[in-house]
C-alpha cells in the first residue's frame, strides 16, 4: 500500500476531495471526489480518476473528451483528508463547460481568467493590452512600437540586470524589468508563456 492509500482519510461516504492543479502555472483546475478504487488507480495508471456522486460510478477524466489528466504529482493535507493532485492537462481545458477550469467566474459571476503565477497574470494583462490598446498604456504604445523597439528595450533591461548584479544593489527590481520585457516580447511574438513552462518542465525531468 502507497503512503498515501494509508494516510488517506475517507469520510463516512468514503469518499475524499481532490484539489486539481496545473503542473505549469498553479492554475486550480477543478475539485472532484475520489473513493479508494479512485485513488488507487490514479496512482497505479498515472491519470486521474474520480468518483461521481451523482452517476454513483467511477469516472477516467478525459476518457471521452480526450483532455486527460496525466498525474505529475499528489500530495495529501495536514490533516489528510484533502489531496492536492498537480497534472498535465492535455488540451488545456479541465472544464466540462470548455474552459480551462472550472473556477473560470469570479464574485459577480463574470467569466475571467482563473488566478495563476504572478508572471502568468501579467502575461494576460500584457495580451488583453495588446489585443484592446489603449494610449495610456505603456505596454500598448510599445507593443504598437513592434520588434525592434521591444528588442532594443529588452537588451537595455539586460544590460541594467547585469550592472545591478555586478553592484549587489537593486537585482530583484531589474530582473523584474527584464522579465516584463522578455513577456512582451512573447506576447508580440504569439508566444504562450505555458508554451514556455512547457519547455522548462521537459528540461526539469
Known sequence: ???????????????IPAVVQDVLDGT?????????????????????????????????????????????????????DVLLVTVEQQGDIACHLGERSCFHRDEFGSYSLPPADTLSQVFRVIEERKAHPSPDSYTSRLLEKGSNAILKKLGEETAEVVMAAKDGERVAEEVADLWYHTLVLLAH?????????????????
Open 1 to 15: 500500500m502507497t503512503p498515501v492509500l494509508e494516510a488517506a482519510r475517507f469520510d463516512r461516504d468514503g469518499l
Open 28 to 80: 486550480v483546475l477543478m475539485v472532484a471526489w475520489m473513493n479508494r478504487e479512485a485513488l488507487q488507480r490514479t496512482l497505479e495508471r498515472g491519470e486521474t480518476w474520480f468518483w461521481s456522486r451523482s452517476r454513483q460510478e467511477l469516472w477516467h477524466k478525459g476518457a471521452t473528451s480526450g483532455h486527460l489528466q496525466k498525474v505529475r504529482d499528489l500530495r495529501y493535507d495536514c490533516d489528510s
Open 189 to 205: 511574438a504569439n508566444v504562450d508563456i505555458l508554451d514556455v513552462y512547457r519547455v522548462l518542465q521537459q528540461r526539469r525531468r
